[in-house]
């Protein structure tokens, strides 16, 4: 009952930049950490970053020093910025979050639909 809709992807050049968002909607009643992922076609599925409800953040080694990761707790919204982008970016990117619903006693971990980064010239 939690979806994750995430938004902001595209075609961008090389040394460009990008921001995702992602909300999360549905009966929530608390959201833990959330995070990015990304796959290329043909490729496994890798983390890029995660930050915690805290706002703790971790990240890929790919993404360290490009990419920045936050959230807007009163919007149940996650992003990531995105820059100095190369064609080995290009990939979906999915958003993750760990939540637990209303009358609910556990946690579960829930994935958004995917959206396209393509980074070419």
């Known amino acids: 009952q939690v979806q994750l809709g995430e938004s902001g992807g595209g075609l961008v050049q090389p040394g460009g930049s990008l921001r995702l968002s992602c909300a999360a909607s549905g009966s929530i009643f608390s959201i833990g950490a959330m995070g990015w992922y990304r796959q290329a076609p043909g490729k496994q599925r890798e983390l890029v970053a995660t930050i915690t409800s805290g706002g703790i953040t971790n990240y890929a080694d790919s993404a360290k020093g490009r990419f920045t990761i936050s959230r807007d707790n009163a919007k149940n919204t996650v992003y990531l910025q995105m820059n100095s982008l190369t064609p080995e970016d290009t990939a979906d990117y999915y958003c993750?979050?760990?939540?637990?619903?209303?009358?609910?006693?556990?946690?579960?971990?829930?994935w958004g639909q995917g959206t396209q980064v393509t980074v070419s010239s």
């Open positions: 993750n979050a760990v939540a637990r619903l209303r009358a609910s006693s556990a946690w579960y971990n829930y």
